[in-house]
């Protein structure tokens, strides 16, 4: 290492969403913690994400990962208000719930199937007719066979919750080390000793690794791959349009896409699932597929004018699942990463879990299911769908 070290009870490996959440819970704690981000502070998928806070719309099945994803759902109330008495930033957590429309026979089929498994599960849904449902939502297509609805499905602003998280770790002491690249982990007798970084090098006991879809990218100083999994790179592309007349107010899910109506007064409309590596190119035919399931979800959106398109990197695991919990083989070094399409939904949950972890050398929440050991081919934990 070189000479000069900084130390830190606690470095966090990217400063997304998850990375400052953590940031923010750690130092409020008291911690001493330093955020390491090899770009801007939140200017990856916490930037690029549409702030879907939707469960019963996204999940497949009753599994581990419905339980954690619903229980993220159920601290977002809390979390905001804590985040705007701490900030005085208001990250628009907006409540008017979720509708999934029932367009073709193969959706009629998807729906149902989502329908029977979740009414099982004895859940909050609802099926509403055509009629009902333009009477909730009259900019929707009159084409709409009929529709669920997911009233504890809900939505926030990531974008302003990335500044707000941001200021409150700041006011709590964080550092952060922007156009920073952590470059290896130093390891001693299978513990964590520090970090090298392209800026200084840091003595810490403990690294956190929130980098998403680059955590696969981090090594130890000996060059040795750390990780028995890889997260990788899945391209989402994006358009804000303007808000179609009448007003749309539920979040509106298709199979083939989706609308997000913000409080500003512009619809977010996604997405599309590219494996394309580490590219956030914005191409014609993901920017026509978009606006072609926006339109048939929302016809009066073809007149309204485009107002940005970006593209961000959903960091995804072999299983889909996150990667929660301890390094079973290495002390000090904790995962925080792969959230894959739930990475704003899962932020509150993943910062108390996470912090818990460290704080008090377990979780609250059985993070059992997501440890990276399921990828350990000798452990025998292959718990993930
Ligand atoms: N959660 C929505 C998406 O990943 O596109």
């Known amino acids: ?18 990375g400052c959440a953590i940031a923010w819970r750690l130092s409020k704690a008291g911690l001493r913690v330093v955020v390491i981000e090899r770009n801007e502070i939140g200017h990856e998928a916490s930037w690029a994400a549409g702030g879907m806070l939707a469960p019963l719309s996204e999940a497949n099945q009753a599994d581990a990962f419905f339980e954690l994803v619903v229980a993220g759902q159920k601290m977002y109330a809390d979390f905001a208000r804590e985040l705007c008495e701490a900030t005085g930033i208001d990250i628009q957590y907006r409540t008017e719930g979720t509708l999934y429309l029932a367009l073709t026979d193969k959706d009629e089929e998807e729906l149902e199937r989502r329908w029977r498994w979740q009414q099982a599960a004895g859940l909050n849904i609802k099926k509403l ?6 009477k909730l939502e009259p900019a929707l297509t009159p084409q709409l066979r009929w529709a669920l609805e997911f009233p504890h499905d809900h939505q926030v602003d990531n974008r302003r919750m990335m500044t707000a998280l941001e200021a409150a770790a700041r006011d709590n002491g964080v550092e952060f080390w922007t156009k920073t690249e952590a470059t290896s982990l130093e390891i001693s007798n299978n513990r964590i000793a520090g ?13 956190i690794l929130a980098a998403g879809s680059w955590s696969s990218l981090l090594k130890a100083t000996d060059d040795k791959v750390v990780m028995d999994f890889s997260v990788e790179p899945i391209r989402g592309q994006m358009i804000a349009l303007e808000m179609p007349v009448p007003a749309l107010h539920h979040v509106v899910y298709s199979t ?4 997000v109506p913000r409080a500003d007064g512009y619809v977010i409309a996604g997405s599309t699932t590219e494996i394309v590596g580490y590219n956030k190119r914005i191409t014609a035919e993901g920017l026509a597929s978009i606006i072609t399931h926006a339109v048939e979800i929302a016809p009066n959106l073809s007149s309204q004018g485009v107002l940005e398109t970006w593209a961000g990197l959903r960091p995804k ?23 894959y399409r739930n990475g704003i939904l899962l932020t509150p ?10 704080l008090r050398g377990e979780s609250s929440i059985n993070l059992t299911p997501f440890s990276p050991a399921r990828f350990d081919q000798h452990s025998g934990l292959h718990l993930s769908a």
């Open 317 to 339: 695991t072999k299983d889909n699942w996150p990667v929660l919990g301890n390094d079973l083989r290495i002390s000090g070094l904790v995962y925080a990463t792969g959230h």
């Open 129 to 134: 007719n055509a009629h009902d449902v333009l």
């Open 256 to 259: 083939s896409g989706y609308l």
């Open 1 to 18: 290492m070189n000479q000069i070290n900084s130390h830190f009870d606690a470095a966090i490996i990217g400063g997304g969403l998850i």
């Open 195 to 207: 970090v090298e970084t392209t800026k200084r090098n840091i003595v810490t006991n403990t690294v």
């Open 349 to 358: 949950l993943t910062a108390q879990s996470i912090s818990e972890l460290v």
